[in-house]
T-cell receptor, first 113, second 114 residues
Framework: GNSVTQMEGPVTLSEEAFLTINCTYTATGYPSLFWYVQYPGEGLQLLLKATKADDKGSNKGFEATYRKETTSFHLEKGSVQVSDSAVYFCALSGDNAGNMLTFGGGTRLMVKP | DTEVTQTPKHLVMGMTNKKSLKCEQHMGHRAMYWYKQKAKKPPELMFVYSYEKLSINESVPSRFSPECPNSSLLNLHLHALQPEDSALYLC?????????????FGEGSRLTVL
């Protein structure tokens, strides 16, 4: 079956630091990959996505590249802000009934001024 | 309009109460979902409706009863819940159940069962 593994948090960074949150997956076929962000007290928002190998998703300074050879979709940002403090979920879609999303466990990011 | 709207935002109920959670979207999406999220955990899928028909039920107890009156609305009827059912309930929609489409989530209904 499908699975997504994320680095455990919390990740604590100072403002303007470089961010990497690792995500690896297991799936057959050609899944689509997503990063969602959840701010405190809110639902999940799509941050970026990639639907085929070597695609790069980007949004709000965040980037992730779909690497089929390493089955990875690591999230990066060059300079984090306090407002980026949230929980980040990596997810994949594909190869199951209804193409259901399989979520990773989530990584909490805390950015200090 | 790219919103999924959920009501109420907060709900407190006793174990003998009957209540409902409501979800609405006007994006023309034909797949709608209910998820349950406990603190510090990822969302867990409960139900999927595709073209207004229940397509997936992830072995959810019968005290949760979903309903899809039309393509824009999704309800979750609650009856005889247990304290362990306290959680954030998220509604989501997607254009179809195709693998490339992203889910759009509402802000959730936070349920407390006393």
């Amino acid at each position: 079956g499908n699975s997504v593994t994320q680095m455990e948090g919390p990740v604590t960074l100072s403002e303007e630091a470089f961010l990497t949150i690792n995500c690896t997956y297991t799936a057959t076929g050609y899944p689509s990959l997503f990063w969602y962000v959840q701010y405190p007290g809110e639902g999940l928002q799509l941050l970026l996505k990639a639907t085929k190998a070597d695609d790069k998703g980007s949004n709000k300074g965040f980037e992730a590249t779909y690497r089929k050879e390493t089955t990875s979709f690591h999230l990066e940002k060059g300079s984090v802000q306090v407002s980026d403090s949230a929980v980040y979920f990596c997810a994949l879609s594909g190869d199951n009934a209804g193409n259901m999303l399989t979520f990773g466990g989530g990584t909490r990011l805390m950015v200090k001024p | 309009d790219t919103e999924v709207t959920q009501t109420p935002k907060h709900l407190v109920m006793g174990m003998t109460n009957k209540k409902s959670l409501k979800c609405e979207q006007h994006m023309g999406h034909r797949a709608m979902y209910w998820y349950k999220q406990k603190a510090k955990k990822p969302p867990e899928l409960m139900f999927v409706y595709s073209y207004e028909k229940l397509s997936i039920n992830e072995s959810v107890p019968s005290r949760f009863s979903p309903e899809c009156p039309n393509s824009s609305l999704l309800n979750l009827h609650l009856h005889a819940l247990q304290p362990e059912d306290s959680a954030l309930y998220l509604c989501a929609s997607r254009l179809t159940t195709g693998r490339t489409g992203e889910l759009f989530f509402g802000e959730g209904s936070r349920l407390t069962v006393l």
